[in-house]
Structures are given as structure tokens and as C-alpha cells.
């Protein structure tokens, strides 16, 4: 693994687009890459401004991206401050799963603290997941190669791999990412149950629905246990954000993006993130299609194919690379030993689904009541076919959340599953 | 609260007996305190050389502590080093400690971070915990004052109580305490498990026993599960080593003592540690007397107090101070919502009771198999007393490990303790 060259920007200033070539044409491996001189590279503007000032760069050899964080947020009109340090972490989080994941990140080539910028590969021809799912692309590998970005990078990143210094040193840089936790910490766990300005939803076919949920203790009683997990479990270095917005895909190459949400978290966290938002799909997908099947059954296999990929990949590395301080390989060596290990690992991997499961419930509600909406459901025009979707997805993530501890396999979330598209509640 | 005076030492050296006169009175308020001038202090040093110089330093008006780390451990004969940093977060810990649990710690008075050294308040006339039980002093506060200190130090350090970022910054801190984490990982959580050099036991009596735990496939994996527990999670600021050596007691007055293994991790971990320490000494008592009953139940009952103490008053924390980012209050507010967060408070406990256990099962095999062993047992000078006594401690540390998840209250403990008074293995 190369190290990204390191940048030394004086002082911050968000970059004008004529000033991103000279930028790079200082970075001498980049200008390397992008080939001859910075005049025969085009500049693309790409970011919607919100959050980053995102540029595509191509040059006569290659292309790059230039990622420069924003100190705002610009969202419902008005303006969040937010953390330039936010491209900091996402340099180092691309740099450890880089190290856990190989192939499955941009590679990173330089990084600009104080500019606040980092440049990436430009991937390319990749479209974002999310969108190939609107458009009912079918894509065979991305499953398999989530389960190994997961596998890879929540495992080499935890406690049964790394040394437990190696592990403190990272997650004393990790704990620094403070905001943006927060962010998550409101946006998933909190306002959606409670009466939050920043709330929306499918008004008024779901103004019920969402009061419902605001009323409804039991199912907030358990999701601010899994915001505790979210806060106090330091399983491993996650993601953060890994919705299907977050990767990129070819018909053979996928990549996870944008970890700037990373921190040492709960691993069902990231897990359940990809599965809500392949469930998500899953749902909204007859809005899509004239002719939803097979192609809803293949989504929902996908998710299926995450899980099951995962589990045993994770199985597989804990039993080949074990090397970490906990569950210390040596005191299992032999074959009582080594049948006991087993039996933990099949209590830990159980204890994961649940709270891939209860996770994947939270996310899946926040896009339906809270700030941040998804495409594969807004973008479904007429409200009341929406609201229905939304409905569904609603009924399945309070499932998730309130059932996880008795579902134990993914064939009990498919049984969830039908059981809301019968009975949407 | 008022701030502890920062020593500004230019470079580490141990202190002298004749330097350490001349080094508090530079420090105004610790020579205020003791008054006079230094010609009219005593200075003895009470420390055991090991692992810390310990100065106790009197004058007309007050006495102090003067504790300065060593960078080495001498143990079996060898040398091991120590980082000097341990110094500065014992002084980190009494100072989040006294925040939260007033009166429960000693005074910091005065913090030496180059030289690895803190001043303290005198703590007079109290006597070690472990020393009064072994004499058979009945103490009636102790309990209660050690469950106010582990609800007040565990809840008001954790997500219940503080805002994300001020526990993400404290926890970024403590992160930084690998060397004395590591120790507990290995002593605690491993070395008893295997064949490792420190080890020690009454032999021969428990060579068999010894060997047992160490081909105990299944006790080795919960012991392993409860280790990746105390790498990963970062639920409060725990003391990290509070067995019955670690308290000062008089009749009315508890301190909680030497928090250097302090970091962010499960709250059970202190609680099983006081838990296993109180069991011990009521194994070991009837070695200690030739009337055991009725101060073997008086110990018993204490252990008792300590968790229903803890347990009662961290509830009512959670209810009366409940600010932090998890479980937020506001969500719980109307009568519905207190029911909910009345059965999630329970389960909580539950499971905080069931690591409890888990870790005092730990703690108690390695006092009896590992490196460091405690003066409840290694005072008991005839072997075969000795060995009977410790059979019974492995057999009940293993029943709480492996039974932990199916009992719910002490009561359970009390039928493991007397199933083993009964049947010693």
C-alpha cells in the first residue's frame, strides 16, 4: 500500500474550479497520473454543494477525484456548520479499510489536512448502487463483494485481529469525529420519534403513521438501546453511512465510499445499513417497474447474499486470522477447544444479527420520518403509491427492531417480509 | 471542585526521602495544608518499592500523600517496565471520579505529569478493606458506600449522563492507558488459561485444578467473550482495578483508591471486581477464625448490599439525571413512555448483573492461579487450608461464569456459594 501524499495547505479556502489544476499539478504523483500538463485536463464540477466540493479531473492518462469539504451544510434552506476535520477521517478510514479491504475503497492518493481535501481515483465507468437498483439493473458480484467490505473491514479492524494498541491508537484518532456521530446519533436514533423540525414525511397520507411511531414506547424504548450500542460499543472501525448511496458498482467492481461517518462503532451498524437500504429497495421497487418480478425477488436475494456472504467470511477470517487479543487462538488449539470456539462463534454471529437486524430497523425509519430522505422512494411521483411503500417499510423495520432477538436466520426476515406485503398495518 | 495544582517538573526522576520536603513546599497549597515549614514535616515512605514510591508526609497541621510511579514493576524477581504516564491518569480518573462520586476518593491536591507524580490528601486513620475483613471488622458503611461510588462513577461517566462529545474526548484520553490495560488482559482474561511463566499456585494440592481450567474448553470461550466485552466496550470510566486492596476504610468513611487502570470499558468490570473480592474473603474467613459465623454471613450480606445498593441507586440516576444522549428523556416523558423506559432500565440491569458475575469469575481465578494473588488466601499458612479454600473459589468463579446468563439476582449467588461450601469440587 502506497502512502497518499500529503499536502500542505497553509490555510483553508474552498477551491474555485480554476484553481484545481494548478492544485493538483502540485501533487507530483497525481499530475503523474492524470499525464502531460495541467491545460490538457478538464475540470467537472460534480458535488450538489451541499456538503463538498466534489471534482472530476481527467487528464490525456487518467482521472481523479478532488473531494473538499464545505464548513457548512446547506440543506431545507438553511445553513448546518459542519466540521472541516470531517475529510481528515474519511482520509484515515479510507486508509484503514484500504489496508483491511483491499480493492474494495477509491485508493487514495492524496490528502490535504488543512485544505481540508483529499483526491481519490476517479472510478469510472461506476454508477452509485442505489440508482443501478432504481433502474433494475441486475449486477451479480455486489453482494459478494459488500460481504467481503464488510467481513474485511469490520473484522481487521476489531478486537480478534488487531493488538489491542493498535486498536486504542486508532480509536483515539476515531473519537475525534465527534459531530458527525452526533449527526447520526439525531438524525437515526432520536428525531424521528419526536416532534423534530427537521422531520418530514408523505403528508397527510402518513401523518398517522408518524405520530404513531412517536407514540409508541416500546419500540422507542428499543431503539435508544441500540443508540447505547451505537455509543458505547467499540467493536470496530465502521463505516458509518454505508447505504446503497455510499457504493459504487460495475457489472464486476464495487466500491464503498464517503466513510467520513466513520468511528469505532457497532458492527451491526454498517451490516444493517446495507441491508435496510436493500430492503428499502426491495419495497419500493414495484413503484419502479411495470413488471416488478423477478427483479424484486433478486434484490431481496441480494440482501440475503450480504448476510450469509458475511457471516461466513467473518466465520473464515476469525478462524484463519485470528490474531487479535481477544479469544486469544492458543487457548483453542486443540479439539475441545477448538469446538467450543465454534459454539462462541455461532453466539457472537447470532448476537450480530440482532443487531444487524434492529440497526437496519432504525435506518430504514429515518428515511421514511426523519431529515434525510432516499431516491428509491422519493423519487416515486404520486404520493399515495409512495405513502404505501412507506407504509410497508415502516411495518418491516418496527418488526426488525421489536422481533430481532427471536429472528435468527434471514429466512425469518423474508417471513417479515411477506408478512408486510399481505398486511402493509 | 477546585482544580489540583499542576507541578511543573522539567524532566522524571525518582524522589528522594530528603527531596521530598523541599518538593511539596513549592507546591502552595500542599504546604499550606501541612503548615509550618518543611523542617517541621515527617516523611516516611510507606510504598513497597514495587511499582510506586509512596511518601506519607506530615505537619502541624495536615497530613499527605505523595505517590510517584516507578518505571518498572519488580515481581518474581524480574524487572517490568511501567509506563510513567499511569501516573497522569490515575490523576485523570480521581479527578472524573471526584466530579462524579464526591467524598468517595481521595483529594487530589496537587499533579506532577512529568514527574509521574500526585499529591493526594492523608487518608487517617483509615485501614486497607481487605486488611479489616481478614481481622473480622464489622464495618457497617462500606457497602453502601461502595455501591453510591460505582453508580455515581459508572452511570455519571457513561452516555446516560453525558453529552457524546464530552465522552468522546474524555474516552479519547483514556485511550492512551494501553500498557495497564494490556496487564489486565493478560493476568485477568489469559495467563491463568495457559501455561505462562508468572503463574502460581498452591502446588501440589492444585496442580489437578489448574490443569482443569486450563483444559476447560468451554470456561475458556466465556472467558474469552468476556474479554473482546472488556476490549470493546466502552460503556463508562471504570476504576479497572477495585478489589478490597483498593479501598480505605474507617467506620463512617469509604475512599476508593489508585484508579491507574482506569479506561473506558464495561461497568460490570468494577462491580465483579468488588463482587469477587467480597466472595473470596468469605471463603477465606473460616481460615481466619475459630468462630467464623456469624461475620462469614456478615461479609456475604455486604457483597449483597453492594450490588442491590449499586443497582437501586443507578436506577434512580437514570431517572432523576438521565441527561445524556442515550435513552432521551424526552421520549420517555409521558406515562407509557415511563413503563417502557422502566422495562428497558431492567433488562439493562439484567444484563449489567449477568457481565457482573462474568467478570467476578475472572477476578477470582486469577487470584487463585495467576500472577498476583490476594492476602485473604496467601496469608492462610497451611497448604492444604489454603488449597481447600481456593478449590472452593475456582469452583464458584466457574459456576458464575458459565451459569451467569440464567441467574438474576444475588440470590442465585448465595445458592452457588452455598453449593460449593457444600460440595467443594
Known amino acids: 500500500m502506497t502512502e497518499p501524499f500529503s499536502v500542505q495547505t497553509q490555510t483553508y479556502h474552498p477551491l474555485a474550479d480554476d484553481a484545481v489544476g494548478p492544485y493538483l499539478a502540485a501533487i507530483p504523483p497525481v499530475a503523474a497520473l492524470l499525464g502531460n500538463s495541467p491545460a490538457?485536463?478538464?475540470v467537472r464540477e460534480v458535488g450538489d454543494g451541499n456538503l463538498n466540493l466534489v471534482f472530476i479531473v481527467e487528464g490525456p492518462s487518467g482521472g481523479v477525484v478532488l473531494k473538499q469539504a464545505l464548513p457548512y451544510m446547506r440543506l431545507v434552506g438553511d445553513s448546518w456548520p459542519l466540521p472541516l476535520e470531517r475529510s481528515y477521517f474519511e482520509s484515515m478510514a479510507l486508509t484503514e479499510q484500504a489496508r483491511a479491504a483491499p480493492g474494495l475503497v477509491p485508493q487514495l492518493l492524496a490528502v490535504d489536512r488543512v485544505g481540508a481535501a483529499i483526491v481519490m481515483e476517479y472510478l469510472n465507468p461506476h454508477?452509485?448502487?442505489?440508482?443501478?437498483?432504481?433502474?433494475?439493473?441486475?449486477?451479480?458480484?455486489?453482494a459478494d463483494h459488500m460481504a467481503s467490505f464488510l467481513a474485511l473491514s469490520l473484522f481487521k479492524t476489531s478486537d480478534l485481529y488487531l493488538p489491542s494498541a493498535r486498536k486504542k491508537a486508532l480509536m483515539r484518532e476515531f473519537c475525534a469525529n465527534v459531530e458527525l456521530c452526533k449527526i447520526t446519533e439525531d438524525l437515526v436514533f432520536t428525531d424521528p420519534y419526536r416532534a423534530s423540525p427537521g422531520n418530514r414525511w408523505t403528508s397527510p397520507q402518513l401523518d398517522g403513521a408518524a405520530?404513531?411511531?412517536?407514540?409508541?414506547?416500546?419500540?422507542k424504548a428499543e431503539v435508544q438501546a441500540l443508540k447505547l450500542k451505537f455509543l458505547s460499543s467499540a467493536e470496530a472501525l465502521i463505516h458509518g453511512d454505508l447505504h446503497t448511496g455510499s457504493i459504487m458498482v460495475t457489472e464486476t467492481d464495487t466500491r464503498a465510499i464517503d466513510p467520513e461517518f466513520a468511528f469505532f462503532g457497532p458492527m451491526g451498524f454498517d451490516v444493517g445499513?446495507?441491508?435496510?437500504?436493500?430492503?428499502?429497495?426491495?419495497?419500493?421497487?414495484?413503484?419502479h417497474s411495470e413488471k416488478p418480478q423477478p427483479y424484486?425477488?433478486?434484490?431481496?436475494?441480494?440482501?440475503?447474499?450480504?448476510?450469509?456472504g458475511f457471516d461466513r467470511r467473518f466465520r473464515a477470517l476469525w478462524d484463519e486470522a485470528g490474531a487479535g487479543d481477544a479469544f486469544t487462538a492458543e487457548l483453542f488449539a486443540d479439539a475441545p477447544g477448538k469446538a467450543s470456539l465454534r459454539r462462541a462463534q455461532d453466539r457472537r454471529m447470532a448476537a450480530l444479527f440482532t443487531?444487524?437486524?434492529?440497526?437496519?430497523?432504525?435506518?430504514?425509519i429515518r428515511r421514511v420520518l426523519g431529515l434525510a430522505h432516499v431516491e428509491d422512494l422519493e423519487s416515486i411521483a404520486d404520493p399515495d403509491v409512495r405513502a404505501a411503500a412507506e407504509r410497508k417499510v415502516l411495518a418491516l423495520a418496527r418488526t426488525l427492531i421489536l422481533r430481532r432477538y427471536d429472528?435468527?436466520?434471514?429466512?425469518?426476515?423474508?417471513?417479515?417480509?411477506?408478512?408486510?406485503?399481505?398486511?402493509?398495518?
Open 296 to 308: 424484486q425477488s433478486w434484490i431481496l436475494d441480494q440482501a440475503e447474499r450480504v448476510w450469509d
Open 40 to 42: 490538457s485536463w478538464t
Open 407 to 425: 429472528m435468527t436466520s434471514f429466512a425469518d426476515v423474508r417471513r417479515a417480509m411477506a408478512e408486510v406485503e399481505r398486511h402493509p398495518a
Open 273 to 287: 445499513a446495507l441491508l435496510a437500504n436493500l430492503l428499502i429497495a426491495t419495497i419500493a421497487h414495484p413503484a
Open 355 to 364: 443487531d444487524t437486524l434492529g440497526f437496519a430497523g432504525c435506518k430504514m
Open 127 to 142: 454508477i452509485i448502487l442505489r440508482k443501478a437498483l432504481i433502474r433494475g439493473r441486475r449486477l451479480d458480484f455486489f
Open 211 to 219: 405520530a404513531a411511531i412517536r407514540a409508541d414506547a416500546p419500540l
